[in-house]
């Protein structure tokens, strides 16, 4: 069975263009007199029923379609619009359609599936592909501002917020630009530190150690203004 476009063909006898409409018929007996048989595609409007009736190539009878015979949907558009662009409906009746000066160039096509929250990715340079990128809006730390769960009031101009992994959130630590930076590991404990470069802002671990009381341990080989093999020198 074959259904034909809606409010398609008018008159009788394939007038309007439509070759498979044959005509306008009171009822279906009136239709099935005229057209006892006929060919795939053919159809006619029925004004007892108010709908169309097609030819069932199945069952060799004619049938009721159940689309309505009668178009009161015709859709009316501007004088004239940019070939390309895309139209849209300018009242809430569904009758009246404008043209959006948007192109259909400039639509971005994505995949046909993507995880929810996830953000687009361009696909090319051109701008109008988008991929899933993989990364969730969930993991974007934004703005000190929107960041009301942490505390972040008391940060001045030049203080720098710490990462606390253990709740992926931003903490003000209240540690300004311009203060001292130690190495983030490998830095045995009991180190004592010295100045890396002149800055007087990076601080690096060395060899020499403070013991358990809290004595420089000079278990290896260090040189005070002479050698001294060994041994603890009191602070």
């Known amino acids: 069975m074959s259904f034909p476009p809606q409010g398609s063909g ?22 099935t007199t005229q057209y006892p048989t006929t060919t795939a595609g053919k159809y006619a409007k029925i004004v007892d029923t108010e709908t169309i009736w097609v030819w069932d190539t199945d069952t060799y009878i ?46 971005v096509t994505g995949p046909p599936t993507s995880t929810l929250g996830n953000f687009l990715a361009f696909a090319t340079n051109i701008g109008n592909a988008a991929y899933d990128s993989g990364i969730s ?45 130690a190495p983030g590991g490998g830095v045995t404990s009991t180190s004592i530190a010295k100045f890396s470069g002149t800055s007087g802002q990076q601080i690096v671990g060395t060899d020499i150690l403070i013991n358990s009381s809290n004595n420089i341990n000079l278990q290896q080989h260090t040189i005070f203004n002479g050698t001294i093999d060994g041994g603890d020198l009191d602070v």
Do not use: C, M, R
């Open 10 to 31: 008018s008159g009788s006898g394939g007038s309007g263009g439509d070759s498979n409409f044959l005509g306008w018929f009171n009822d279906s007996t009136e239709l």
């Open 137 to 181: 809006s969930a993991n974007l730390v934004t703005e000190f501002s929107e960041l009301t769960d942490v505390n972040l009031s008391g940060l001045a101009d030049g203080d720098i917020p710490q990462y606390d992994s253990t709740t992926s959130k931003w903490l003000n630590v209240q540690l300004d630009y311009g203060d001292v930076h």
């Open 62 to 107: 004619w049938t009721d379609s159940g689309l309505p015979a009668y178009s009161d949907g015709d859709v009316t558009g501007p004088a004239s619009a940019t070939i390309g662009d895309i139209p849209y409906f300018s009242t809430a009746d569904g009758k009246t359609i404008a043209d959006s000066n948007i192109s259909y160039t400039e639509i």
